[in-house]
């Protein structure tokens, strides 16, 4: 009787891990942090806006008041537009024209990107060279897209329809159709070029707007150098009939990489302007924390450059966030996109934890936020044998023979 008890046991978990085995395996695969890590990432800065000159310079004024255990200051690493429709022209010549971010009606804006840049606080990388994909635009019947387009000052990308937004394929229709294999590597190719020459430095990573993308546009972005591919977790490489995401690829954790690209996952917001202050961003850096996770946060510029109370409230949250995040974890490391994905890449003894068993904690904590196959493993009671393996693994008992 206990043998068939115990054999219906291991069948129902056996049944879970496999039903569940793309959770499961993301969870195992994803590398364990020896210490707290925050990466701050803020979007669609470059282009539009004078604004955002004035916002750059208050946000490198704030994240310049802060160190870490290394004495290191916090970086935001930004996501650079590098054009925008130029309206005039395409009203004298029915044709695209584009402004780039060094043409001089953006100026201060590149002025202040510079500026903190030498002071170490912020990382530019790649949003790309639109924020959407031209002849989507160009052919669109809609009038506010059509004045979008040709109106005389820069324009905010962040007025377009959502859909409109996604570069990476033709959205003209939705469901969303693929663009040609040949127009993706040329544009690639363009904007990192683009990027190098305004910059002086190839870009390294990517953040594909509205993170719809293809397999096809990453290999593009690798034969041009790039590195890495900032995710929130899956690939979506279409929009849908009613304009949302589709067509996800996934889970994608950190360290991930497929060819030459490798991945981070964002795993929450700092977002004042919608709700999502210090106190929710400091909440998702205690869970990363026991997850053995780095706390990958995702920013836009409209929380800094619209409404001048919400500017100053964001810059307070962002300090308080700072400050805080300090006081609770002194081990606390401040890092770029980029040297994140490098000390994951090189799976660094000094970050990473090697043990299978003293990893066990922190999968532990990764699988109880896991939903559905939590849940079941509490029904066939699982979750209560790996509970208390891994309070033993914390409390520093000894390993099985088989943990490592």
């Given at each position: 009787?206990?043998?068939?008890?115990?054999?219906?046991?291991l069948a129902a978990?056996?049944?879970?891990?496999?039903?569940?085995r793309?959770?499961?395996?993301?969870?195992w695969?994803?590398?364990?942090?020896?210490?707290?890590?925050?990466?701050?990432?803020?979007?669609?800065?470059?282009?539009?806006?004078?604004?955002?000159?004035?916002a750059?310079?208050?946000?490198?004024e704030?994240?310049?008041?802060?160190r870490?255990?290394?004495?290191?200051?916090?970086?935001?690493?930004?996501?650079?537009v590098?054009?925008?429709p130029?309206g005039?022209?395409?009203?004298?010549?029915?044709?695209?024209?584009?402004?780039?971010?060094?043409?001089?009606?953006?100026?201060?804006?590149?002025?202040?990107?510079?500026?903190?840049?030498?002071?170490?606080?912020?990382?530019p990388?790649?949003?790309?060279?639109?924020?959407?994909?031209?002849?989507?635009?160009?052919?669109s019947s809609?009038?506010?897209?059509?004045?979008w387009?040709?109106?005389?000052?820069p324009?905010?990308?962040?007025?377009?329809?959502?859909?409109?937004?996604?570069?990476w394929v033709?959205a003209?229709?939705?469901?969303?159709?693929?663009?040609?294999?040949?127009?993706i590597?040329?544009?690639?190719?363009?904007?990192?070029?683009?990027?190098?020459r305004?910059?002086?430095?190839?870009?390294?990573?990517?953040?594909?707007?509205t993170?719809?993308?293809?397999?096809?546009?990453e290999?593009?972005?690798a034969?041009s150098?790039?590195?890495?591919?900032?995710?929130?977790?899956?690939?979506?490489?279409?929009r849908?009939?009613?304009?949302l995401?589709?067509?996800?690829?996934?889970?994608?954790?950190?360290?991930?990489?497929?060819?030459?690209?490798?991945?981070?996952?964002?795993?929450?917001y700092?977002?004042?302007a919608?709700?999502?202050?210090?106190?929710y961003?400091?909440?998702?850096?205690?869970?990363?924390?026991?997850?053995g996770?780095?706390?990958?946060?995702e920013n836009?510029?409209?929380?800094?450059?619209n409404?001048a109370?919400?500017?100053?409230?964001s810059l307070d949250?962002?300090?308080?966030?700072?400050?805080d995040?300090?006081?609770?974890?002194?081990?606390?490391?401040?890092?770029?996109?980029?040297?994140?994905?490098r000390?994951l890449?090189?799976?660094?003894?000094?970050?990473?934890?090697?043990?299978?068993?003293?990893?066990?904690?922190?999968?532990?904590?990764?699988?109880r936020?896991?939903?559905?196959?939590?849940r079941?493993?509490?029904?066939?009671?699982?979750?209560?044998?790996?509970?208390?393996?891994?309070?033993?693994?914390?409390?520093g008992?000894?390993?099985?023979?088989?943990?490592?």
């Open positions: 009787m206990i043998g068939l008890v115990l054999l219906l046991w978990n056996g049944l879970i891990v496999l039903a569940y793309r959770t499961l395996g993301a969870i695969r994803e590398p364990v942090l020896r210490r707290p890590v925050l990466v701050l990432e803020s979007d669609d800065w470059g282009v539009g806006p004078p604004a955002q000159a004035a750059l310079h208050d946000i490198a704030v994240l310049g008041r802060h870490d255990a290394d004495a290191r200051a916090p970086v935001m690493s930004l996501a650079l590098l054009a925008l130029d005039q022209a395409i009203r004298r010549t029915g044709q695209y024209r584009r402004l780039l971010l060094d043409d001089r009606r953006f100026a201060d804006v590149l002025g202040a990107l510079r500026s903190g840049i030498a002071q170490g606080v912020f990382a990388q790649l949003h790309g060279l639109e924020h959407f994909w031209p002849d989507t635009l160009m052919t809609d009038p506010d897209v059509k004045a387009l040709r109106q005389d000052q324009a905010a990308t962040e007025q377009l329809p959502a859909h409109l937004q996604s570069r033709d003209s229709v939705l469901p969303s159709r693929p663009l040609d294999p040949a127009a590597a040329a544009a690639a190719t363009a904007e990192v070029q683009t990027y190098r305004i910059l002086s430095v190839p870009p390294k990573v990517v953040v594909p707007p993170f719809v993308w293809t397999l096809e546009v290999r593009a972005w034969a150098g790039v590195e890495c591919v900032v995710t929130p977790g899956w690939r979506f490489t279409r849908d009939a009613q304009g995401p589709g067509g996800d690829e996934g889970p994608i954790v950190n360290a991930d990489r497929s060819g030459a690209i490798g991945y981070l996952a964002r795993c929450d700092f977002e004042p919608r709700g999502r202050d210090a106190a961003a400091l909440a998702a850096l205690e869970r990363a924390v026991a997850q996770r780095p706390c990958v946060l836009h510029r409209d929380n800094f450059i409404d109370a919400v500017r100053q409230r949250e962002l300090d308080r966030l700072l400050r995040a300090s006081a609770r974890h002194p081990d606390l490391r401040f890092m770029s996109s980029l040297e994140l994905h000390l890449r090189d799976r660094s003894a000094d970050w990473l934890v090697a043990s299978r068993w003293r990893r066990l904690p922190a999968l532990w904590q990764r699988f936020r896991a939903g559905r196959p939590c079941l493993a509490w029904l066939t009671g699982a979750a209560l044998l790996g509970a208390a393996v891994a309070r033993l693994a914390k409390a008992g000894q390993a099985p023979a088989f943990a490592g």
